[in-house]
């Protein structure tokens, strides 16, 4: 569906426009929410919009309190003035400039004095060199290598590598640990059966870990760019000791061992999840930022 306003065409995201929006919206930066997969598979949550104007891909829709947002999956990296005047006739000037990263925040403050720039709360996103989360060497590694080990120990694994033909294992993990993990999101199910739903187009990566014929992981990530991997989505059964140590240590190794980089999103503003992604000691973080008067 296209909506045209004031000479803006916002066009909801379909699977059709992932060639145009890879190619016009290059995402050097490896930000993992400003990629394709992540807007389309959260793009019923978000009522995600989208248009080109002036050679970049800018986005709508709405935050997770409900406001009415706008956001650069590629940067507003030129015509920055012409642009938001464009947008702010459109949609009126009280929607907030929200995921950005500092490059575009401060691209629009500079044209636009009026706006303040603030970081935005759990939108920090953790990135890592995958030879750390593939092979955990040297001492600050030695605790996730003890949880690994004790996995071992207890369990006798296997690692199910996803494709179109095993993808039933897939679907039929996500549904069991979301009705085993407790308060689970459930529109992020919902994104993660569109995940699922869409494997082969996405260019989707998944595996599945199990033990004695049991589910007790997933993981399911895309690449974002070359040499940048986006863990999409991550589960484990926490009563199988070392689970999450185990499936994100195997995924690293055996996903994606042409990327240079993993990006494992967000913290949410959750504090334990927050000192999760520290502890496996990122080599970037990439601080979103917010522009409202």
């Known amino acids: 569906m296209v909506n045209a306003v004031k000479g803006i065409e916002w066009k909801k995201i379909s699977k059709n426009d992932r060639e ?21 598979l959260w793009k019923d949550y978000y009522n995600t919009h989208y248009s080109v104007i002036n050679g970049n891909i800018v986005a709508r829709g709405f935050s997770d309190s409900g406001e009415n947002v706008i956001y650069f999956p590629r940067g ?8 938001v005047e464009q947008i702010l006739d459109n949609v009126g ?48 590694y030695h605790a996730k290598r ?14 199910i590598e996803i494709n179109e033909e095993n993808i039933s294992i897939l679907r ?6 979301f009705k085993k993990i407790e308060n689970s999101p459930v529109q992020e199910y919902e994104a993660i059966k569109c995940a699922i739903d869409n494997f082969s187009e996405l260019e989707l990566r998944a595996c599945v870990i199990m033990v004695d014929g049991k589910y007790v992981a997933y993981s399911i990530g895309s690449m974002i760019n ?13 009563e199988y000791e070392g689970s999450y140590a185990f499936v994100n240590n195997s995924f690293a190794k055996y996903g994606f061992p042409d990327a240079k980089y993993i990006n494992r999103e967000e913290d949410l503003g959750i504090e334990g ?17 917010k522009l409202g008067f």
């Not at 145009?20 to 389309?40: D, R, V, Y």
């Not at 039929?172 to 640990?177: M, V």
């Not at 999409?232 to 059964?237: L, R, V």
């Open 93 to 140: 000037s009280n929607v907030l400039f929200m995921p950005l990263t500092n490059k575009t925040a401060e691209a629009i403050c500079e044209n636009f004095p009026n706006y303040k720039k603030e970081e935005l709360e759990g939108k920090c996103e953790y990135v890592y060199n995958q030879q750390d989360l593939a092979y955990l060497e040297g001492k600050k």
């Open 226 to 238: 070359e040499d940048t991997a986006d863990i999409h989505f991550e589960k484990a059964d926490r």
């Open 76 to 83: 507003l990296e030129h015509d920055t003035k012409e642009t």
């Open 146 to 159: 003890n949880h690994i080990s004790k996995f071992n120990r207890l369990y006798d694994s296997e690692y």
């Open 273 to 289: 999840l927050r000192k999760a992604k520290l502890s496996y000691y990122p080599c970037r973080l990439n601080q979103m930022y």
């Open 20 to 40: 145009i929006i890879i190619k016009t919206g290059e995402n050097n930066e490896g930000i993992a929410m400003f990629g394709f997969t992540s807007l389309f």
């Open 172 to 177: 039929e993990c996500a549904e069991h640990l």
